[in-house]
Nanobody
Framework: VQLVESGGGLVEAGGSLRLSCAAA????MAWFRQAPGKVREFVAA????????YYADSVKGRFTISRDSAETTAYLQMNSLKPEDTALYYC?????????????????WGQGTQVTVSS
């Protein structure tokens, strides 16, 4: 299963970016991120069944996960970005509907897209 990410880049603190993740089929999809020297952490997830969403506390109210009408592309709209949001952002997917914040629950991964927020 190939997941194709796009949309990363460099932005000033307070700015916005939108990440995209395209898949060939409908999956439950999630975003994780990993900063240098840190463990990969959960950001957000959206269910393949009903679009239920789940967010990490650190991004709640600033980031929004959504999907397109075909339900094969997931988006992560990131607003009010902070320097601590700087990381390599990974798209992940799983076959079943349940949402998890654990990387091991996801079967497929993208290559990652860099997000850098300058202060």
């Amino acid at each position: 299963v190939q997941l194709v990410e796009s949309g990363g880049g460099l932005v000033e603190a307070g700015g916005s970016l939108r990440l995209s993740c395209a898949a060939a089929n409908r999956y439950t999809m999630a975003w994780f991120r990993q900063a240098p020297g840190k463990v990969r952490e959960f950001v957000a997830a959206i269910s393949r069944i009903d679009g239920t969403t789940y967010y990490a506390d650190s991004v709640k109210g600033r980031f929004t996960i959504s999907r397109d009408s075909a339900e094969t592309t997931a988006y992560l709209q990131m607003n009010s970005l902070k320097p601590e949001d700087t990381a390599l952002y990974y798209c992940a997917a799983r076959e079943f509907a349940a949402l998890y914040d654990t990387a091991g629950k996801y079967d497929y991964w993208g290559q990652g897209t860099q997000v850098t927020v300058s202060s």
